[in-house]
């Protein structure tokens, strides 16, 4: 089943940056197409941005396109999701997943074969 970990969060003023990190054990990575997921208090967790198994596509949710960026880096079973720009409605619990194979363009959280734990952005002044 493998397990994922998260890294990077953090407090971060309005207009800064965070890199976020995942790392990956257990899995073949590179079969894994990689997606960053996000939950702010009182709401449903939801997709950002998603990167396929290929490294060949990228996804990104309108909310995030053009100050987000998703990459991998296979040979350290590792993606991460730059954040650039961040607003104060980027505040949430950021969780990279995992699904082994998938070839399409829509992430669903209930599509995803595995989990981190998450890792806490705030983005206040």
């Known amino acids: 089943q493998g397990q994922l970990v998260e890294s990077g969060g953090g407090l971060v003023q309005p207009g800064g940056s965070l890199r976020l990190s995942c790392v990956t054990s257990?899995?073949?990575?590179?079969?894994?197409?990689m997606g960053w997921f996000r939950q702010a208090p009182g709401k449903e967790r939801e997709f950002v941005a998603g990167?396929?198994?290929?490294?060949?596509?990228?996804y990104y949710a309108d909310s995030v396109k053009g100050r987000f960026t998703i990459s991998r880096d296979n040979a350290k079973d590792t993606v991460y999701l730059q954040m650039n720009s961040l607003k104060p409605e980027d505040t949430a619990v950021y969780y990279c997943?995992?699904?082994?194979?998938?070839?399409?363009?829509?992430?669903?959280?209930?599509?995803?074969?595995?989990w981190g734990k998450g890792t806490l952005v705030t983005v206040s002044s």
């Open positions: 990167v396929h198994w290929s490294g060949a596509s990228s």
């Open positions: 997943a995992a699904r082994k194979y998938y070839s399409g363009g829509v992430y669903k959280v209930q599509g995803m074969e595995i």
């Open positions: 257990g899995r073949t990575f590179s079969l894994d197409s």
